[in-house]
């Protein structure tokens, strides 16, 4: 063990990359035997990863690239060979999209079991597991030998911040077949891959099974608007601002967008989708990329603009890539309802030729996939810098780790580093420190964020966090929203019982109830649904509240602007 670090935790106040080197001539200084080093390098070595995953170099695989666009029937395919097989797994982005494969497998009479961070559904019982499981990406297990395994959504291996389940999916699955389902901007790099592992691999390509044609008109007002239109835009300002000018217009709408639970989201799906329900029109972000079926006629894209995180995890304002802008404009159009040729077009006039500039540019194919450390790995390091916090020993983990950057990059730790930052001071064993940085909690919202804290400490008093207790801290019983604020803050309390679901699952014993939980959190969903159903009563009830949240401040100015 060596022992560096007091200065360590001192030094990296500033960014690493900067300081790192004047660190490592400072501590030689302090401490000539700063023999851990090479250890350090050693352990954060991560060029090989293929090698991490015995078993699967044990076998020869045989890769199937089913490589299409939205509404090609890739995924179809891929999911037809799963239920035909002895034993598979379905990896795939979301819950939703799991929760459908599980639904159709077990449908089908192919006994299915759902796997997700919050979930475990058995087709038989929990002592006898199926030989199939639908799962997200990042629980797929590595260890289990199956006959077919899907990966869906391949391309995502390029996600900055879940990349690398992906890639531990697609070099570790213990499966004789595996089926790749996404965009053929990932072919080149699998390809490559395969190379280190040995595996041979298959290219199908497919094509769109309905016409998609551009409009050479935007739409330019809301008058316009048609049945089976669907708005994209990438704020809720936007959605709420959408919502009401419709609903001024005597149009009912339906509206969904990333931070609803997905019984909300499915209820808002089935409502617009419902040929006899008279709400015609939907009002989305991109949440409507992936995982829902939606008989959209045609896309509107009210703006190509997107908050996005860069490497450095700072948020930018950029134009959508030609990935996402096909991604969204192929949800028009579906293959087998009253709207199978789909249309896309833009709101305003000069964002029509933006559109058509940025999807038919040629999708840059993808270079490196993601990587990021382990559990394992990160307590070596702790081993050998007892003294360094979380947040620290992740920094020293990134920039000394060694990658084979032609090939892989690093993904992006903040979300993992705010977490650890934010629970320093809470007394916790690393392991159980580290598990709680992983969980896929909303960062941006204070009520989770108080929560998590919550639970930290409740944990640390080796308090179990049973459900009274739960229920003082989110106010249970809820009730319906009155307003917009009511109706954000419910969401987070769904989140709060997310992160409660989530760690049951690593923490059985601390987090007891549940079962209780994930009843009330079907509960909530329902509250919420009741809120989203009445989501434009909801915006006129803030022009009285104007000052309640930062979220609904465009829509009070909006009110401002239109009183004068
Ligand atoms: C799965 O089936 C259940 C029960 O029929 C239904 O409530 C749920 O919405 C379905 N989920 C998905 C994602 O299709
Ligand atoms: C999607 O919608 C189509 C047409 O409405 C329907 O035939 C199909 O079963 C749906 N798929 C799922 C998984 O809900």
Redesign the pocket.
Known sequence: MCHLPVIFCFLFTGHVDDIFPYFLRHAREVFPHLGCMEDLKKISDLRLPANWYPEARAIERKIIFHAGPTNSGKTYHALQRFLMSKSGVYCGPLK?LA??VF?KSNAEGTPCDLVTGEERRYAKSEETTSDHAACTVEMTSVNIPYEVAIIDEIQMIKDQQRGWAWTRALLGLCAQEIHLCGEASAIDLVRELMKVTGDTMEVRKYKRLTKLTYLDKPVESFDNVRDGDCFVCFSKNDIYYISRELEKRGKQVAVIYGGLPPGTK?AQAQKFNDPNDPCKIMVATDAIGMGLNLSIKRVIFYSLVKPTLNEKGEKEMDVLTPSQALQIAGRAGRYGTHFENGEVTTYRREDLLLLKDVTSRIIEPIEQAGLHPTADQIELFAYHLPHSTLSNLMDIFVTLSQLDNDYYFMCNVDDFKFLADMIEHVPLPLRVRYVFCCSPIPKKQPFVCTSFLKFARQFSQNEPLTLSWLCKQIGWPLQPPKNLSDLVHLESVFDVLDLYLWLSYRFPDMFPDVNQVRYMQQELDSIIQIGVYNITSLLKAIKSDCSTAVAISLSCQQGKKNNH
């Open positions: 939703l929760a459908e639904n499915l």
